[in-house]
């Protein structure tokens, strides 16, 4: 069985106001498809209540960077009372959604993913010792790409909920989000 180990632990990011979902979702598939990641989506699950619409979406794109290790991002975006609006810019027409979304993020390295280092106790021991010794400053360098990879869709979808609040004008502290 492969080893996973965590590298990023929780990395969230909340937003309350005004986005486009279709953008959003958009944004997220073309920065995973840019940087070379094959999206695995584990649940996609929409549900219509009095509020407004639920809808839930689990992530799993993952990387092969060797034939040894691979990267894995979990992306969890939930987003609680999504209502259409319409948006009235420069004398036109726009149709937005208002909700809250909260998204988090877990980033782990998959070592002997494809389960060649498990078939006998004594290659078990073997990868152990390699992992150990032989293996760690290149263990280190990936988990250090893995944590940028991250960084940098946190940053890159913080910026794109911050291009809405900004551009209608719906400036919100952190500490008035509630989850």
């Known amino acids: 069985m492969s080893e996973r180990r965590l590298v990023i632990d929780h990395m969230t990011l909340a937003y309350d106001g005004l986005f486009d979902v279709h953008e959003l979702y958009a944004l997220v598939n073309q920065w995973l498809k840019d940087k070379g990641f094959d999206l695995r989506e584990q ?9 407004g619409k639920f809808i839930e979406v689990e992530m799993l794109p993952w990387k092969k ?3 040894y290790a691979r990267h894995v991002i979990r992306l969890n975006i939930r987003i609680l009372n999504l209502k259409d609006t319409v948006v009235e810019e420069d004398g036109k027409r726009v149709n937005l959604n208002k909700g809250t979304v ?4 877990d980033g782990y390295l998959d070592s002997d993913y494809e389960d060649r280092w498990e078939s ?5 021991f073997i990868r152990t010792l390699f992992d ?7 263990s280190t360098q990936y988990e250090e790409l893995l944590v940028e990879n ?3 869709l946190h940053s890159t979808i913080k910026a794109f ?13 952190p500490e008035q989000l509630k989850m």
């Open 43 to 51: 649940r996609n699950q929409e549900h219509v209540r009095s509020g």
């Open 102 to 105: 909260k998204i988090v993020l």
């Open 132 to 138: 150990k010794f032989v293996y760690r400053t290149y």
């Open 161 to 173: 909920l911050n291009l809405y609040q900004y551009e209608y004008g719906v400036m919100r502290r």
């Open 150 to 152: 991250c960084l940098q």
């Open 120 to 124: 006998k106790p004594f290659y078990f």
């Open 65 to 67: 960077i060797t034939d």
